[in-house]
């Protein structure tokens, strides 16, 4: 039996950011989405989602749903049979961008919760193209879901997220780094540099997409997560 597939999707976004991937992986595999809404710590989060966690599966995460799929595989290798993580990084978040999220967090909380994440939006970048007004109101529809609340402790959890190099040293199993060639917060040359760390590991440059490829470039990203989930498990 195939193990399942568990997307984790990013900051102030839902599991619509995962929608193309999970419409056509589910035709050919168990999936399961896991909301980060209410994810304040990385850590006792990732700890509550393996009480409900299949006992193995494969696990895929984008920025802040990467740092948990990371936490995940820290606690518990012997059930993740597979990572890919998606502009994700993999480092503690430096004291200068934390400290950038107060006033972020303030003006989300004090009515410019719309203006917030539009800069933020556009801080991380979206490739140009036909699409791109769609992308940018599919991800304002998902946070304004979401709403200040989830944007607090969300911003809290990137804040306090732990550092994963010593985990991307330790991984054995197929592991994919993907990133969208116009991303500005997660560049591709520090993916890169992720991916090195990562025995094995396929690194992979969605050129067409910025921050969110699985939305700009939706059939690219669904190949190599197809050609991820085919690649052959390595003895442990």
């Known amino acids: 039996m195939l193990d399942p597939v568990l997307f984790l ?3 102030m976004t839902d599991l619509r950011l995962f929608g193309p ?8 595999r168990p999936v399961m989405g896991l909301p980060v809404a ?18 193995k599966f494969a696990v895929v995460g984008q920025g802040l749903g990467g740092a948990v799929a990371l936490e995940l595989l820290r606690r518990a290798e ?35 919760f719309d203006e917030t994440i539009r800069e933020l939006i556009g801080a991380g ?17 998902m946070a304004r879901d979401l709403g200040p609340t989830a944007f607090r ?35 591709p040359k520090r993916q890169d540099v992720m991916a090195e760390l990562i025995r094995g590991a396929v690194f992979n440059v969605i050129e ?20 991820w989930l085919s690649a052959p498990l390595a003895p442990r």
């Open 153 to 187: 402790g969300q911003s809290r959890a990137l804040q306090r997220r732990p550092d994963h190099q010593a985990t991307l040293r330790a991984i054995k199993v197929p592991a994919l780094v993907m990133v969208g060639r116009h991303d500005r917060i997660c560049l």
């Open 125 to 141: 970048g979206l490739a140009p193209g036909p699409e791109r007004g769609a992308v940018l109101a599919e991800l304002m529809d």
């Open 208 to 227: 067409t997409s910025g921050r969110f490829p699985t939305l700009e470039a939706p059939e690219a990203v669904t190949t190599a997560l197809r050609s």
């Open 21 to 28: 991937q999970i419409r056509a992986l589910s035709a050919e």
């Open 38 to 55: 209410r994810c304040e710590r990385i850590e006792s989060f990732a700890s509550d989602l393996l009480s409900v966690a299949p006992p």
């Open 9 to 11: 999707p990013d900051f």
């Open 78 to 112: 012997d059930r993740v049979s597979r990572i890919a993580l998606i502009g994700t990084s993999f480092r503690a978040e430096p004291p200068s961008e934390a400290s950038d999220r107060e006033p972020q967090i303030i003006a989300a909380s004090a009515g410019r």
